[in-house]
């Protein structure tokens, strides 16, 4: 049984810092692209970040230079680091390897 288990989000300040967490189970990981992807109140969900299974990895335009996504194949676990975080950062946050069904996501939420 797949389980993607997101975790670490919460409520910060603009130009804040957070780091998420991605624990995988049921799927060979250590082969897989892993992504990061978000989705605002009435907005489509979009796709943030992915990592390859050797470590490649791309950004989506507005969190590059801000946003790190890492990989731990020993412990079957995806990151993203985020740094200066802005409002617009606000978002469910899920991670998955293309499959169809979704975990609950993470809150972020960027407010002063």
């Known amino acids: 049984q797949v389980q993607l288990v997101e975790s670490g989000g919460g409520l910060v300040q603009p130009g804040g810092s957070l780091t998420l967490s991605c624990a995988a189970s049921?799927?060979?990981?250590?082969?897989?692209?892993m992504g990061w992807y978000r989705q605002a109140p009435g907005k489509q969900r979009e796709r943030v970040a992915t990592?390859?299974?050797?470590?490649?990895?791309d950004y989506t335009d507005s969190v590059k230079g801000r946003f790190t996504i890492s990989r731990d194949n020993a412990k079957n676990t995806v990151y993203l680091q985020m740094n200066s975080l802005k409002p617009e950062d606000t978002a469910v946050y899920y991670c998955n390897y293309g499959s169809a069904d979704w975990g609950q996501g993470t809150q972020v939420t960027v407010s002063s």
């Open positions: 990592i390859a299974w050797n470590g490649n990895t």
């Open positions: 049921g799927i060979a990981f250590h082969i897989r692209t």
